[in-house]
């Protein structure tokens, strides 16, 4: 079993971080015995939310009731077509990672060379590394960032693209997860169309995220994940330049 | 596939009953817009959605909302529940548990949670429930079902599903290595849906 499938018992009671979630989410987009499975605990905790039961309030009747009086609900969802999966989602087969894994190495290793960091800022080493990958997440507030990795040069940088404001009081903020641990910050982002570099070794990194935090940043991200770059399937739907 | 089980001859899980396809009925019926058939739905299964906000944010007043919130999502989605996905009441828990997690994780984030922990808090806090569980013969199997776990997966289950705390966290409070309790939770829900007869549900 991979490591990935452990993850549904606790994805089915919501005991992942944002991060994990979803990254287990486009993981449970592909695996119908990871569906099957997380239906079958979510049976279970209905199961067990009736040794919980508690009435609520009449007072809270009226109100569910008055509230959906003023809401029209919404049509069935219409069916995805089935001959346009999501390619840019899609991870690529374990083998052809590796391949590409490979060659991405080959590449840094061959395109790497010392008289190149001179003065150059080391984000921009990074987005004009021969090596470098890029992944394009599309924001739900609108916008987009792009991560550009350099594996021979173990960093990444985030650049936005059209990204509102983080709102007053708060910041994006940047996260690197090594692989089996939890998201650890990779420093504030405070101009989303500035290309920003993360903190922290973005080579080893299994996954790289954005979060809007208050003013100052956090410890640990909120829920407020805007972005999720999953690394290891970097290779997916990439340009790399 | 192989690898699904036929259901036990047991009682069966609500879900699957015909108390199941009634439930699924009415929201159907809601989902066209009947007003009537959300409110019988609502009355079927609020004590259920309540005492799991109850239970995890461990505030009547948050819960009312979240509960709330959870029933007008319910109306507004209702098109979207698919009765051959999983049974309506776990469609319902399941919205009412991610937006009790999400309200507990944000109060957290801003520092509003208290930190301290007491285990022991945790699993007797049964009380204010005792009485409506008790009249209700499914509260005994999960009782009976819970009792059987090893004590750290009982413990790893009920500090995630009821306790609203992400695995990492429960690996702390457990003093187990990180990345260990998920195993935990998953093979408490494993023992737990056998044990309640919940069969997996067929996916397409």
């Known amino acids: 079993m991979s490591e990935i499938h452990a993850l549904s018992g606790a994805y089915a009671v919501d005991a992942l971080d944002a991060i994990e979630r979803a990254q287990f989410e486009e993981h449970l987009a592909e695996c119908a015995e990871c569906r099957a499975e997380v239906a079958s605990f979510r049976e279970t905790g209905a199961l067990l939310a009736v040794a919980e039961a508690v009435p609520p309030p009449a007072s809270l009747r009226s ?6 009086s003023q ?40 395109a790497w060379h ?6 150059t800022s080391a984000a921009e080493q990074v987005l004009n590394a021969p090596d470098a990958v890029r992944v394009t997440e599309r924001l739900p507030q609108g916008g987009e960032l792009t991560l550009v990795r350099s594996p021979s040069l173990g960093r990444a940088v985030l650049v936005g693209h059209d990204v509102p404001a983080a709102g007053s009081g708060q910041t994006y903020q940047m996260w690197l997860q090594q692989p089996g641990e939890d998201m650890v910050s990779a420093g504030l982002m405070p101009d989303a169309d500035e290309p920003t570099l993360l903190d922290g070794d973005a080579g080893t990194a299994a996954a790289a995220a954005v979060s809007i935090e208050p003013a100052g940043g956090s410890v640990h991200p909120s829920e407020d994940v805007v972005a999720v770059f999953p690394l290891q399937t970097a290779g997916t739907g990439n340009d790399a330049s | 596939m192989t690898h699904l089980r036929s259901v036990p001859a047991d009682p069966p899980p609500e879900g699957g009953g015909s108390v199941g396809a009634a439930l699924a009925e009415l929201l159907k019926r809601a989902s066209r817009g009947d007003e009537g058939a959300f409110a019988e739905w609502y009355d079927a299964t609020s004590a259920r959605a309540f005492g799991l906000a109850v239970r995890v944010l461990r505030d009547r007043a948050q819960a009312e909302e979240v509960t709330q919130e959870a029933y007008l999502e319910c109306w507004r989605h209702a098109a979207r529940f698919d009765p051959a996905k999983g049974s309506a009441i776990s469609w319902l828990l399941t919205i009412v548990h991610r937006k009790a997690v999400d309200r507990v994780r944000s109060a957290e984030a801003s520092g509003r949670r208290d930190e301290a922990y007491s285990h022991k808090e945790q699993t007797v806090d049964h009380d204010s429930t005792a009485e409506a569980a008790t009249a209700s013969l499914e509260a005994t199997r999960v009782r009976a079902a819970l009792s059987d776990l090893t004590l750290k997966q009982r413990q790893a289950v009920e500090l995630a599903f009821l306790g609203g705390y992400t695995h990492t966290e429960v690996a702390r409070m457990l003093d187990l290595p990180i990345g260990t309790a998920k195993t935990r939770i998953r093979d408490g829900l494993i023992r737990l849906r056998d044990a309640l007869g919940v069969g997996e549900v067929a996916q397409a």
């Not at chain 1, 109100?63 to 959906?68: D, E, M, Q, T």
């Not at chain 1, 999501?86 to 840094?108: K, N, W």
């Not at chain 1, 010392?114 to 003065?119: I, M």
Request: glycine share 4%.
């Open chain 1, 63 to 68: 109100s569910v009731l008055a509230g959906i």
């Open chain 1, 114 to 119: 010392p008289w190149q960091h001179d003065t």
């Open chain 1, 71 to 110: 809401v029209r609900p919404l049509p069935p969802e219409a069916p995805l077509p089935a001959t346009e999966p999501d390619v840019r989602r899609r991870p690529l087969p374990r083998l052809l990672l590796a391949a590409a894994a490979v060659v991405l190495l080959a590449v840094g290793v061959l």
